[in-house]
């Protein structure tokens, strides 16, 4: 569906590794957001941005860098992978029907 | 900080029963709850969600109710059908809508 796009849509890195998920919104919303979704949890904040150019830690910031350089794309990075950071990356903006968010289609991301 | 916590973690009911998935939360300061259906592979999407003001919110076989002096809510499926198989996931809404989200309940349908 149109609204958010996640690349890539799979990815297996070695430990140690770098690499960027990227997410582009086409709604023109300030608020995007980045959260991870483990087995037998639910999603879980990672980072968020309230606005073009600003950035806040979420619940699991440790390991990731984020940066949202204009108002359409918010992107996670990697510098170091490790393996407890395999899991399904999800980006979100607003849900236009309610007061909560709204995901993209996710990353599956697998660090050996 | 907001935790919320859910129950069962699996649920398996007959096809055309009803089934109940229960959270409670800890922040009495969240004022908005949303429920998610996730199926296989797929991302989360909303379903219903109940603000602190309402005490139940019904949308065709699907029903939230709400509890704020016990700090829990719960989702009514009536009538289910095999579509309604999936993982479904409370959560609660923290300052600047950052979600706090249950730990997922996977309901099986048996036809």
């Known amino acids: 569906n149109a609204g958010v796009t996640q690349t890539p849509k799979f990815q297996v890195l070695k430990t140690g590794q770098s690499m960027t998920l990227q997410c582009a919104q086409d709604?023109?919303?300030?608020?995007m957001y980045w959260y991870r979704q483990d087995p037998g949890m639910g999603l879980r904040l990672i980072y968020y941005s309230a606005s073009e150019g600003t950035t806040d830690k979420g619940e699991v910031p440790n390991g990731y860098n984020v940066s949202r350089l204009n108002k359409r794309e918010f992107s996670l990075r990697l510098e170091s992978a490790a393996p407890s950071q395999t899991s399904v990356y999800f980006c979100a903006i607003p849900e236009p029907r309610g007061d909560t968010q709204y995901f993209g289609p996710g990353t599956r991301l697998t660090v050996l | 900080g907001e935790n919320v916590e859910q129950h069962p973690s699996t649920l398996s009911v007959q096809e055309g029963d009803s089934a109940v998935i229960k959270c409670t939360y800890s922040d009495s300061a969240s004022n908005y709850f949303p429920w998610y259906k996730q199926e296989l592979g797929k991302r989360p999407q909303l379903i219903i969600d109940?603000?602190?003001?309402?005490g139940e919110k019904k949308d065709q076989r699907i029903a939230v109710t709400l509890n704020k002096t016990a700090k829990h809510f719960s989702l009514h499926i009536t009538e289910t059908q095999p579509e309604d198989s999936a993982v479904y996931f409370c959560?609660?809404?923290?300052?600047?809508?950052?979600?706090?989200f249950g730990q997922g309940t996977r309901l099986t349908i048996n036809p």
């Open positions: 109940i603000r602190s003001n309402v």
């Open positions: 709604m023109n919303h300030n608020s």
């Open positions: 959560a609660a809404i923290q300052g600047a809508q950052k979600l706090v």
